[in-house]
């Protein structure tokens, strides 16, 4: 079980990675953001599928723009990832921030971040693999902050497995020093190095970097970089937000 959440935070310059590197990897995929330690490998090996849970209102291009973002992911991971109704494993519940801590006490385990703007919660079984998870989003509290989009895309990436922040990533929405609300050509390369058939849920980080070396190498080797560039610089999500 692991805890994730977007907090507001200062934003300052970095200096852009060319590239993601085997180590930013390890500390994205094997880190948690709210414990100490390194874990095995976590990822899903069944389909993910979102049911969308509306206790508060949300603007009607919301949801359209949800389908547009699971697309991408679908499509970096090349993973099953889908809005449902039946089967859901994967739960995104939109509130208002007066009923964030006790929606979160119903359908989460633990604390809530003391610092969480969104937040969400992963759960895994003895072979870390992940099969459920919750999102919270407090759509009043998102929206006067100019966050509601921004909130959406990081909680539903991270929870595909991508659990922890790194300051070293950048642009990344993995880096919480980033500019960058949306998904960038390194997170696709993250997501994708995840995904690839050569990893599995439950490998220690020995058995990471073994593996995904060799694969983040090819990927830099191909054009998945620039491919990727292309396919988000398309969404309209990528226009809200800002992305060049």
Known sequence: MACIASAQAER?????SPFPTIEQFIEIAL???YATG????????????IKIHRHF????????????????LKEA????????????NVDLYFVRQSKLAETWGEVARGQL?????????????????????????PVDQAMRRGKLLSCIVEELTQVTGLANDSDS?????????????????????????????DLSAGMTEAEVREHAAG???RLKSSNEAQNAAQRIGATQLSELLNID
């Not at 209102?57 to 991408?72: D, K, M, N, S």
């Not at 969480?116 to 999102?135: F, H, M, P």
């Open 77 to 88: 991971t090349q993973h099953s990832i889908g809005l449902a109704s039946s089967d859901v």
């Open 38 to 49: 390194v874990t095995r490998l976590r990822r899903w090996e069944q389909p993910l599928a």
């Open 169 to 197: 990533v950048y642009p990344s929405i993995f880096n919480d020093n980033s500019t960058d609300q949306m998904l960038t050509p390194l997170d696709w390369i993250l997501l994708r190095t995840l995904y690839h058939s």
């Open 12 to 16: 300052v310059p970095t200096q852009a």
């Open 113 to 137: 971040p003391r610092d969480a703007l969104c937040a969400a919660q992963i759960r895994t079984n003895r072979r870390s693999e992940i099969v459920a998870a919750v999102v919270l989003i």
């Open 31 to 33: 880190g948690q953001e």
């Open 215 to 217: 694969v983040m190498q």
């Open 57 to 72: 209102p949300v603007p009607t291009a919301v949801e359209p723009l949800i389908e547009e973002l699971l697309g991408l």
